[in-house]
């Protein structure tokens, strides 16, 4: 059975950061592209970064350059690092496995639970 | 960016009732389109990808179909399980976007 447990969410104040992890289960890891995909009410589901070992690193323009994504595979874990936080950047954040190894053109076909992320003073 | 409008935004309709959603996007996309089911407090769930081909375990009455920029969803014969959000998904361009997603209620 496919699990993917995110932990490290929490408040934090605006330009500060915060750390997400990804521990990932049931299935073997480096055979597949993982995503970080966030949600809020106002703007629905935003798809924010992704890693394989195949093709590397991809970031929405909203994040790169602030946002830094990471894996360690002899954990089977996938992490995100969230510096210079803004307000807009609050939201549910999820884990999600790619249906294939490569980033380009990917479905999402299991999700984590979310960890949330607020950012306020 | 790639932006995928879905309409309705929400409809109700009775169990039995067969539903569709339409995902309309902004330059086309092939058949890169996916459909996703998110219940109240729960992640997304895949539910069909490359616009037709229904996931392992997904039940017969939801289809799909579409190429280019018009793509729908249906779902024959509602049940009581079915009424949800339901988001489409481009896998096209980079970077993927989503739908704003269609809810689903009970009549």
């Known amino acids: 059975e496919v699990q993917l447990l995110e932990s490290g969410g929490g408040l934090v104040q605006p330009g500060g950061s915060l750390g997400l992890s990804c521990a990932a289960s049931?299935?073997?890891?480096?055979?597949?592209?993982m995503h970080w995909v966030r949600q809020t009410p106002g703007k629905g589901l935003e798809w924010v970064a992704a890693?394989?070992?195949?093709?590397?690193?991809y970031y929405s323009d909203s994040v790169r350059g602030r946002f830094i994504v990471s894996r360690d595979e002899s954990q089977s874990t996938f992490h995100l690092q969230m510096n210079r936080l803004r307000a807009e950047d609050t939201a549910l954040y999820y884990c999600?496995?790619?249906?294939?190894?490569?980033?380009?053109?990917?479905?999402?076909?299991?999700w984590g639970q979310g960890a949330v992320v607020a950012v306020s003073s | 960016d790639v932006h995928l409008t879905q309409s309705p935004s929400s409809l109700s309709a009775f169990v039995g009732d067969s539903v569709t959603i339409h995902c309309r996007a902004s330059?086309?996309?092939?058949?890169?389109l996916a459909w996703y089911q998110q219940k109240s407090g729960k992640a997304p769930e895949l539910l069909i990808s490359?616009?037709?081909s229904l996931q392992s375990g997904v039940p017969l009455r939801f289809s799909g179909g579409g190429y280019g920029t018009d793509f729908t969803l249906t779902i024959s014969g509602l049940q009581p399980e079915d009424f949800a959000t339901y988001y489409c998904?481009?896998?096209?361009?980079?970077?993927?976007?989503f739908g704003q997603g269609t809810r689903v209620e009970i009549k």
């Open positions: 490359g616009a037709s």
């Open positions: 998904q481009q896998g096209d361009f980079y970077p993927w976007t």
């Open positions: 999600v496995k790619s249906t294939k190894k490569e980033v380009p053109r990917p479905y999402f076909d299991f």
């Open positions: 049931g299935f073997t890891f480096s055979n597949f592209a």
């Open positions: 890693f394989s070992t195949h093709d590397g690193v």
């Open positions: 330059q086309a996309i092939g058949t890169y």
